[in-house]
């Protein structure tokens, strides 16, 4: 499975971002999606996860504010991010796994990452 982020960009705190994580196989429903973030200098973070039947899981610290969306039809992953802050920069990967968990290591597959930039 090869996985394609697009989306990131700068934006102002308090301002909303939609990443998009494209995926090659024709449904992603079989899998578990999450998405994490790096930041300069910090090891990779969990950020949230869905999975085939819709449930869904956030770290605290973007917990109602970010949530995320399927499109099985386009095989596409979204996260929606809102009322962001400017410890939400980094860059953001998206992951495909047979587990829901927010360990990276329980994911197969990951896409290039795409940079998210908050302006204070």
């Known amino acids: 499975v090869q996985l394609i982020e697009s989306g990131g960009g700068l934006v102002q705190t308090g301002g909303s971002l939609r990443l998009s994580c494209a995926a090659s196989?024709?449904?992603?429903?079989?899998?578990?999606m999450a998405w994490f973030r790096q930041a300069p200098g910090k090891e990779r973070e969990f950020v949230g996860r869905?999975?085939?039947?819709?449930?869904?899981a956030y770290a605290d610290n973007v917990k109602g504010r970010f949530t995320m969306s399927v499109d099985n039809a386009k095989s596409t992953v979204y996260l929606h991010m809102n009322n962001v802050r400017p410890e939400d920069t980094g860059v953001y990967f998206c992951?495909?796994?047979?587990?829901?968990?927010?360990?990276?290591?329980?994911?197969?597959?990951w896409g290039q990452g795409t940079q998210v930039t908050v302006s204070s």
């Open positions: 992951a495909a796994g047979g587990r829901m968990t927010p360990d990276p290591h329980d994911y197969n597959y």
């Open positions: 196989q024709r449904s992603v429903s079989r899998y578990a």
């Open positions: 869905i999975g085939w039947s819709g449930l869904e």
